[in-house]
Every structure is written in C-alpha cells, then in structure tokens.
C-alpha cells in the first residue's frame, strides 16, 4: 500500500529565511508519481509540481525547488528567501502508476502548515 | 475558463437527511474524485471515476455513494449524513488518471449536527 508521510505538522519561519518541507513515501512499483500542492488560507488547493519516478533531476521554479532522492525515498520542497505569501499548507502526494493509464489512488501526506512570520 | 465546481459551498444538516453534493469540470476529464480533509489527516479519497458508470472505492468509502452518468458531472451522495462526516470536501478531475495534475474544485464545508 502507499504511504505518504510528512513529519513536519508545523513550522514557523521569519521571512527571508530559507525553509525545507519533508516528504518521505512508500510504494512497492518502481513507477509512481510525486506531487506537491499548495493551499493557502483562502483554502483552495494549487498544483504545484508532478515528477516520475525515473527522473531525478533537482527542479527549480523561481524560489522553489525540489529535491528528488529514491536512495531515500524523499521528495522535499525547499523556499528559498521565504515570504509571507508563502503561508500556506502544503501537501505531498503519490500516485502509483499502475498500468497503462489505469492508475487510480493519489494518497496524500498528512500536510505541513508553514507560517511565514514578517 | 477551465474549472471544477462544487455546489453548495456550504452546507449545515441535520443526521440522518440525505444530502447531494454536485462536482461539476468542463475540460473533458475522464478521472473524476472525491476527497475529505480534516485535520491532521490530510485529503483522503473517498471515492473516484476512472469514466462514466466507471467508480470505484477509495480509502474511507463508507458512508458515501457516487454516480457517474455524464462524463462532466460526479455528485456525491450521502444517503444517512452523521456528525463523523462532518469535514471540507474536494471534488477533483484530471486527464485520465490519478498520474496526472488534479484539478481540484473550492471544496464544500459540510457540518453535520
């Protein structure tokens, strides 16, 4: 079964510091997929990323970037240069790939409220 | 404008009255799902469409029925509302399956009394 765990229930940041949330999964398929989202207090829920299993190149989008290692079965997501706005919860999934389009359950961590204090 | 809506945003009932939440996206998806947050917990998929009159159970189905008669629409029914179901609902869709970036709706906050 997958599992999804995020450790970090809360953290709390002054702004313009640099800020890691962790993820940690489980999954018996060598393929699978990662995301994170983002939902800010308005509560609306905002994709942020997707990655594959055989592609573990670092992304980075602006201030964020990810961390991929299957070494550790690790998907972290680091703000670099923290902002308010940044205020959010934020949720790590995994879906396993299955077969031939046929993939069904996105299993979500439990969500890391991070607090970007000014 | 490409969207997942949800109706009503806001709903109090009382045990034991049935009540429908409709999802509704306009992009085509073929996978649709329903989801329930609470705190602590996370979202967890209460049930999906892989198409139409395609459904399935997710984590914590019981409690719940769905139906999938149009590819657009994904209501979902609770026959026998208790407080334990008391929670924020997403629905969501994507292309055509859980790989894929979810496109989620603005959730529904049910109380249940």
């Known amino acids: 079964a997958q599992k999804v765990t995020q450790a970090q229930t809360e953290i709390s940041v002054v702004e313009k510091e640099d800020v890691t949330l962790d993820c940690v999964y489980e999954t018996r398929d060598t393929t699978y997929y990662l995301f994170w989202y983002k939902q800010p207090p308005s509560g609306e829920l905002v994709f942020l990323i997707r990655?594959?299993?055989?592609?573990?190149q670092n992304e980075i989008s602006g201030r964020y970037s990810w961390n991929f290692q299957k070494s550790t079965s690790s998907f972290n997501f680091t703000i670099t240069a923290s902002q308010v706005v940044d205020s959010a919860v934020y949720f790590c999934a995994l879906s396993e790939a299955g077969f031939l389009g046929s993939a069904r359950q996105l299993t979500f961590g439990s969500g890391t409220q991070l607090t970007v204090l000014p | 404008e490409a969207q997942v809506t949800q109706n009503p945003r806001y709903l109090i009932t009382v045990t034991g009255k049935k009540l429908t939440v409709t999802c509704s996206q306009n992009m085509n998806h073929e996978y649709m799902s329903w989801y329930r947050q609470d705190p602590g917990l996370g979202l967890r998929q209460i049930y999906y469409s892989m198409n139409v009159e395609v459904t399935d159970k997710g984590d914590v189905p019981e409690g719940y029925k769905v139906s999938r008669k149009e590819k657009r629409n994904f209501p979902l029914i609770l026959e026998s509302p208790s407080p334990n179901q008391t929670s924020l609902y997403f629905c969501a869709s994507s292309y055509s399956d859980s790989n894929y970036e979810q496109y989620f709706g603005p959730g529904t906050r049910l109380t249940v009394t």
């Open positions: 990655r594959n299993s055989f592609d573990e």
